[in-house]
């Protein structure tokens, strides 16, 4: 089992920066690749971007590597990932969560309960 633990939430005015970190626990051993999805009230859950454990290379959504604004890292020896974000804007605002995949999972099967981040006009 993985638990996931989000953390960085919160209101930020537009043009700002905000950092979530999302600590693993549990099997840590045996992720192989977390990621960053949002949810906007009434819609579904979008993917944002994600880390592969192994070789800490970063992949995002279309939208998300075209704008630049948003970077993922990890912290291995303290099993966070973290999710920079850039020139906020009022349309980032979301509920982030954090996932994990595991060895021979069949996707993101483990999600911490996410946090909010509201950016301001």
């Known amino acids: 089992q993985v638990q996931l633990e989000e953390r960085g939430g919160g209101l930020v005015q537009a043009g700002g920066s905000l950092t979530l970190s999302c600590e693993a626990s549990?099997?840590?051993?045996?992720?192989?690749?977390m990621a960053w999805f949002r949810r906007v009230p009434g819609q579904t859950r979008l993917f944002v971007g994600g880390?592969?454990?192994?070789?800490?290379?970063?992949?995002?959504s279309d939208s998300v590597e075209g704008e630049g604004r948003f970077t993922i890292s990890r912290d291995k020896a303290k099993n966070v990932v973290s999710l920079q974000m850039n020139s906020l804007k009022p349309e980032d605002t979301a509920v982030y969560f954090c996932?994990?995949?595991?060895?021979?999972?069949?996707?993101?099967?483990?999600w911490g309960q996410g946090t909010q981040v509201t950016v301001s006009s």
């Open positions: 996932a994990a995949w595991v060895l021979n999972g069949q996707g993101y099967e483990y």
């Open positions: 880390i592969l454990m192994a070789s800490s290379l970063t992949y995002y």
């Open positions: 549990g099997r840590t051993d045996s992720i192989r690749r």
